[in-house]
Structures are given as structure tokens and as C-alpha cells.
């Protein structure tokens, strides 16, 4: 399965977030097991060092996180097209939207997220972390 995993599953890994780390680490550990194909945005990487810095968080740490990710995952690239053809694609939140486009042009079989209520216009099914993890387990 070619998942794509939105920017809070990222920071909740790299920043170490207690609450939801657990789920974070093993969606990761999918794909480094190769049990399923990752895909993040290249916009995903830069909030999430964004937040690091915001946040105060060593970042060395940080980026040599996101390097060793960047060892068993895609990062896709968002295109100058996909960022002016959302400002008209009538989602509430703008950087959904062009997470949602990236996961589209990356043919994703789903999108991972802690934030399913974002995505209800998704084209493609969306899974919290435990329903990805499930799935998955389940196969």
C-alpha cells in the first residue's frame, strides 16, 4: 500500500511528541520494514523543521531525523502549479488542500493523518494512525 503521510504524523515522530509518538513510530516502522510505501511532501519536511525551531528543539536532532527517514521514504515534490491551482480548489484549509493534491499526483492509496475532519474532501480514503496500523497488520 502507497500511503501518504500528512505533516502532523512527521512532526509527531521527529519532535517527539509523548502523546502521540507511539502511533507515529510504528507507522514508520511500516514503511522501514517495507511493509508499506511512504510518501511525504517536501512541504511536510519544511514545517516540520519550521516547528522545530519555532519550538526550540535541538536541530541537529532534527534534521538528522528527517535525514534517516529520507532513507525508506518518497518525498514528493509540491509544484508551483499545485500551490496556485488550490488557492481555487474550495478547501477549507489551504495546506490540506496541497497535501491532498501531492497525495493524488503521487497515487496514493491513502492518506495518514491525526486530522481526518480536514480531509473530508478527499478523493482518496483517509486513515487515522490506528487505521493505517490495523490495515496493514491485518494483511
Same mark, same amino acid.
Request: glycine content about 4%.
Given at each position: ?8 504524523? !512527521?512532526? %509527531?515522530? &521527529? ?5 502521540? +509518538? ?5 507507522? =514508520?516502522? !511500516?514503511?522501514?520494514?517495507?511493509? *508499506?510505501?511512504? &510518501? ?5 519536511? &519544511?514545517?516540520?523543521?519550521? !516547528? ?11 534534521? *538528522? ?12 515534490? +509540491?509544484?508551483?502549479?499545485? /500551490?496556485? %491551482?488550490? +488557492? ?8 490540506? *488542500? ?10 496514493? %492509496? ?7 475532519? %480536514? =480531509? ?5 480514503? /483517509? =486513515? ?12
Amino acid at each position: 500500500m502507497r500511503a501518504y503521510i500528512d505533516t502532523n504524523i !512527521l512532526v %509527531d515522530l &521527529v519532535l517527539a511528541r509523548q502523546e502521540f +509518538l507511539p502511533d507515529a513510530q510504528r507507522v =514508520f516502522a !511500516l514503511g522501514y520494514a517495507g511493509e *508499506a510505501q511512504l &510518501v511525504i511532501s517536501a512541504l511536510s519536511f &519544511v514545517n516540520t523543521i519550521y !516547528l522545530g525551531r519555532k519550538y526550540k528543539y535541538p536541530m541537529e536532532e532534527v534534521y *538528522a531525523k528527517l535525514r534517516l527517514i529520507t532513507d525508506f521514504v518518497d518525498v514528493a515534490d +509540491l509544484s508551483g502549479q499545485n /500551490v496556485v %491551482d488550490m +488557492l481555487s480548489s474550495g478547501w477549507k484549509d489551504y495546506e490540506d *488542500a496541497t497535501q491532498h493534491r501531492v497525495a493524488v499526483d503521487e497515487q496514493a %492509496d491513502c492518506i495518514v493523518t491525526r486530522n481526518k475532519k %480536514d =480531509f473530508i474532501a478527499s478523493t482518496i480514503t /483517509v =486513515f487515522s494512525p490506528t487505521e493505517f496500523i490495523d490495515k496493514i497488520d491485518s494483511k
